[in-house]
């Protein structure tokens, strides 16, 4: 794939503040990538920038090869779906999709064929007369995508464009964007600070945190092999133990050594150590590596959300089979289910 | 029953009351602009002889002439001044914009009194000749701040990203003005307009002050003429009332017609 994005020690400041601290990044043609980060972390500062609404403190950023710093956003090549639409209330859906080829003064049929085509794509036939503020937030948010597409962009920003929606017509919407995206073939750039979105639809994710960009990989790499504690913590639940590597293949945490599959730290390395929630089996005591007392169990619908208090901290666990609250159980794990960070600041 | 029949009849003749208190001076006024003789309180039969009057009265012409020259002309120049300066003040930094609507509500507080007596100092010491254009610039002052307050909540009211969406769209910042952010407040705009429209027609203190050179609109020739007053003055009066009557309508009927035209288009 072609690079078409870049960023280059993209720096931030509001007042004193530094959003963003030199933020790297590549984003290639016909990528769908996500910004994924809690709020505040800048990841749509980073769009904006993108976007052409604001400029950065410092550094570049380039599009196709060119650095755009200096080019307004009615000039750039990208269109943008906004955190609450911004659709234009006084024009029906059919003007609101047109707006973009108006301004480029196509011509009448040409804008007529574009927008029916759009309205197919997004599932909004028929409506092109309709006020859009008679309109629900679902399709509200497919007249904001129609539009955006229409002007045929090279990449497309989406500024948590499903946060609006209830959770049944965000999952649809979902797949559906992800359907989109393979349809016209363009770059999509996401921001959510929803995990689960961002591992449903990305094939590259980037994680923030205060401004900086704490891993970049695809949504396995992230979820299996997380390269910090806050990448860990913010994929999906997890254990996340202080320990340190006691030699290759050997990990002690709990006053307990474990066997792990890696290998190449210096001895007595501190790190940090995630068991996900999945992977930790609830076993008779005298076959567990651990052991504790069930302090709670949660049904939530596909597993059950299990906490068990071992002397050194409680563990959670998502089984399908519950246990008793009150009950010692040992707890089970393989070598490759744990996974080693080194510790944040080394 | 009882009871609730006796609050009915309250609830009528309190309405009533306050209408009466409201329209009575306005519909006498009107009545008497037909009145046979010079009189304002006994009425001598029907007649139309103080239109006529009015307009063979050139002083009375001109006074109109100015007031609605200068009505126009403040409108749409404070129309204008005051909308883009909303604008600016809506995307401003928080503390310049405190700052300067501070500042824009201070002539509304301020008594016009001293507005009158500070323009017409200014004038005066700038050795300005006093006449239509003074007049024109103190109404164009005087109704630019009413603008800008009718304005900015309709700027307030819009989706923050609009403005950017449109950019985002290939408008330039000028186009974003026109096919959105305009279209989108111009119902503020146009309450802007027509209160700096009554303003400006109804002044006098200000008027007063800073017009000279035999310059008068209506406010000053009536004011002139209080000595020796006479119906045609209740003429002048009642088509004024009846021209306000019909825009108020067609400002209130507007809303209703457009609302038709949408429902038609589904």
Not at chain 1, 137 to 164: H, S
Not at chain 1, 288 to 316: A, C, M, T
Not at chain 2, 5 to 24: E, S
Not at chain 2, 117 to 144: C, D, N, P, R, Y
């Amino acid at each position: 794939m072609r690079q078409l994005i870049e960023f280059k020690n993209v720096v931030k400041e509001f007042n004193g503040v530094l959003v963003l601290k030199g933020i790297n990044l590549v984003i290639h043609e016909n990528e769908f990538v996500t910004l994924l980060g809690p709020s505040g972390c800048g990841k749509t500062t980073l769009l904006r920038i993108l976007g052409g609404f604001i400029s950065q403190s410092e550094g570049e950023v380039f599009f196709d090869g060119i650095e755009i710093s200096n080019v307004p956003p009615y000039k750039r090549e990208i269109n943008t779906v906004f955190q609450r639409y911004a659709l234009f209330p006084h024009m029906n859906v059919y003007d609101n999709i047109a707006f973009g080829l108006n301004i480029k003064k196509q011509d009448k049929n040409t804008i007529k064929q574009k927008v029916t085509r759009m309205l197919k794509l997004v599932g909004l036939e028929g409506y092109e007369n309709r006020p859009v503020t008679l309109m629900s937030g679902g399709q509200q948010q497919r007249v904001a995508i129609a539009r955006a597409l229409v002007n045929e962009p090279m990449v497309l920003l989406l500024d948590e464009p499903l946060g609006a929606l209830d959770l049944k017509l965000r999952k649809e919407m979902q797949h559906e964007l992800k359907k989109i995206q393979q349809e016209v073939g363009i770059t999509f750039i996401y921001v959510t600070h929803d995990q689960e979105e961002a591992l449903t639809m990305s094939d590259t994710i980037v994680v923030m945190n205060n401004g900086e960009v704490q891993q970049i990989g695809t949504p396995t790499d992230i979820y299996n092999e997380p390269e910090n504690r806050f990448v860990a913590d913010f994929i999906g639940e997890s254990n996340i133990m202080e320990g340190v590597m006691v030699d290759d293949y050997r990990v002690r945490f709990d006053e307990t050594d474990f066997e792990c599959i890696d290998s190449g730290y210096t001895e007595m390395t501190p790190v940090d150590i995630v068991l996900r929630p999945e992977d930790i089996d609830i076993v008779p005591v005298e076959m567990g590596k651990i052991k504790g007392i069930v302090q709670s169990s949660l049904f939530k619908g596909v597993h059950f959300e299990i906490v068990v208090e071992s002397p050194y901290r409680e563990y959670i666990i998502h089984t399908t089979d519950n246990a008793a609250i009150g009950q010692e159980v040992g707890l089970h794990f393989f070598p490759e289910d744990i996974h080693i960070m080194y510790k944040m600041g080394y | 029953m009882v009871g609730s029949k006796n609050r009915k009849l309250t609830r009528f003749f309190l309405i009533a009351g306050v209408l009466l208190f409201f329209y009575a001076p306005i519909a006498s006024l009107m009545v008497f602009s037909f009145n046979d003789s010079r009189s304002l309180t006994s009425w001598a039969g029907f007649s139309t002889q103080w239109y006529t009057a009015l307009f063979a009265n050139r002083e009375m012409m001109s006074a109109i002439y100015v007031t609605l020259l200068v009505a126009l002309l403040s409108t749409f120049i404070s129309t204008v001044v005051g909308t883009l300066t909303a604008i600016g003040i809506s995307k401003s930094r928080k503390i310049i914009r405190e700052l300067i609507i501070n500042v824009n509500n201070f002539p509304i507080l301020n008594p016009e009194i001293v507005t009158a007596i500070g323009l017409m100092l200014l004038f005066s010491s700038l050795s300005i000749e006093k006449g239509l254009i003074t007049m024109l610039v103190a109404h164009i002052i005087f109704s630019t701040p009413y603008v800008i307050l009718t304005v900015l909540p309709k700027l307030r009211g819009l989706d923050p990203d609009i403005a950017e969406a449109a950019m985002d769209l290939g408008a330039t910042p000028a186009q974003a003005l026109w096919k959105v952010i305009i279209p989108l407040i111009m119902p503020g705009v146009i309450s802007g307009a027509l209160l700096a429209f009554t303003m400006s027609f109804d002044d006098f203190v200000i008027s007063y002050f800073v017009s000279g050179n035999g310059v008068k609109n209506i406010s000053i020739l009536v004011y002139t003429m209080s000595k020796r007053i006479n119906p045609t003055i209740n003429a002048l009066s009642t088509i004024l009332v009846v021209i306000i009557t019909f825009v108020l309508l067609i400002v209130n009927l507007l809303p209703f017609l457009k609302k038709k035209e949408l429902r038609g288009a589904e």
